[in-house]
């Protein structure tokens, strides 16, 4: 079981990228997700999460008002729409997975996880 990230890349300051998670072999459909980031030198941060039925959703303060997540379980895919980028957005970006519950930022109430994709914001 597999989680696939994509949408990364390099963008200027005010800038907006749309990150992507997508399961490989199995359906994303009955499971909550939750985006993290992990910048260089720091420790794993949480970003947001979104239930299974996306009626729950929660968003660290730094990011709120800025980045929205979002699921569409018919393509099995949840996204995370990032606005108004700052540099301290840069980090490699991963998605992580766990069947059912509600919306958790906390990076172990997850089992599966992404190998990541890299967000840079620089001009």
């Known amino acids: 079981l597999h989680l696939v990230e994509s949408g990364g890349g390099l963008v200027q300051p005010g800038g907006s990228l749309r990150v992507s998670c997508a399961a490989s072999g199995f359906t994303l459909d009955y499971y909550r997700v939750g985006w993290f980031r992990q910048a260089p030198g720091k420790e794993r941060e949480e970003v947001s999460c979104i239930s299974t039925d996306g009626g729950s959703i929660n968003y660290a303060e730094s990011v709120k008002g800025r980045f929205t997540i979002s699921r569409d379980n018919a393509k099995g895919t949840v996204y995370l729409q990032m606005n108004s980028l700052k540099p301290e957005d840069t980090a490699v970006y991963y998605c992580?997975?766990?069947?059912?519950?509600?919306?958790?930022?906390?990076?172990?109430?997850?089992?599966?996880w992404g190998q990541g994709t890299q967000v840079t914001v620089s001009s």
């Open positions: 992580a997975a766990q069947p059912w519950g509600s919306c958790s930022m906390n990076t172990y109430e997850y089992k599966y």
